[in-house]
């Protein structure tokens, strides 16, 4: 307990000693410097003080030793050949104001001018397509009732035959008039570039339904002018998918094929007259019931759709599985019914069938249908 207490005692005479010396410093320099600052060095480890009037306080006093001494402790300097760039700011550098944490302010990288001009982006236009990846062939000379499935079984003698990425259909094209005619000419666009050459050596001159038809490479001509905003946008999941699906194609696993609802809808043309409907609004429901019944032989029928207003008689009919889909249009595909060639097909999933009535023909069916009411009670009377 002594000895702590003589140590605590040597301490604080120790710390009077030094503030006394402190003060006599301090006097003496205010002596011989009236006009100058009063500075104080501390006998510790040497560092002079300054004395701030203002603010009532002693601060490190900031010279040429001091900026040295705080860079090799907390700063850097950076070289640079440019002289405006190699210049890094420390603290700050006044003797009145206050020092800071070293903080640096950010220096911008040197922009290198190599004399080239930069290559202004071309604004968007019509391109021309090249040769080496154009896998498109143009047919001339074909039927006027060809249809898609002819098109495309006969075109698939060369090679695989890319599939569009909307409509997960064969890629091809039947031009059409004004009217919706076909015009006897159409477009193919294969997976490689090698179906084009066979194309052209088997199929040109050939003859596809009893008539000799023209193939040849297919040129696109640019009509117009560009306009950007017109263009369609793909989206990025159907541009990665792009080079998958046509790996697919390609290779020789066996892979279980994606079914959309699509493949399940049967479409069925020349069922029926609208003007029969007229006479017997009633006959409608006997052909729904009477399609269900005949469908339902090739399997679960989940819905059956008359088009009752449309001018080519069209019906659908919405099957549970898509086996049973295939095989109503095998069967009902170029089959008669009451004197009528029958076209089925499957629902291509665009085509809207429902035939919207003006109010002037709304009048006349409701006027039609209470005639016929009245004629029923008249003949049950």
Sequence with gaps: MDETKAKETQELIDELKLKSAAVETTEGASEETSSGPRVYTDPNDGTQYEWDDAKRAWFPKIDEDFIAAYQM????????????????????????????????EPVEDPVVDTGQKRKAKEPPSWFEMEESKNTNVYVSGLPEDTTEEEFVEFMSKCGIIMDDNDTRKPKIKLYRDKEGNLKGDARCCYLKIESVDLALKLLDDSHFKGKQIKVEKAHFEMKGMFNAS????????????????QDKLLDWVDREEKTSKLDRIVVIKNMFDPNDFEKDPTAILDLKNDIRKECEKYGVVRKVMVFDRHVDGVVSVGFAEIEPADVCIREMNGRWFAGRRLVAQKWDGVTK?????TEEEKEQRLKKWEEYLEKQEEEND
């Excluded at 017109?230 to 699906?245: R, T, V, Y």
């Excluded at 069938?353 to 009535?357: F, I, K, L, R, S």
Aim: proline fraction near 4%.
């Design 73 to 104: 402790n907390y700063g850097f300097v950076q070289t640079s050949n440019n002289e405006e760039t190699s210049e890094v700011k420390t603290t700050a550098q006044s003797t009145n104001a206050e020092p800071t944490e070293g903080v640096t």
């Design 230 to 245: 017109l263009k369609p946008k793909k989206k990025k999941k159907k541009k990665n998918k792009k080079g998958k699906g």
């Design 353 to 357: 069938y429902d035939v919207e009535e």
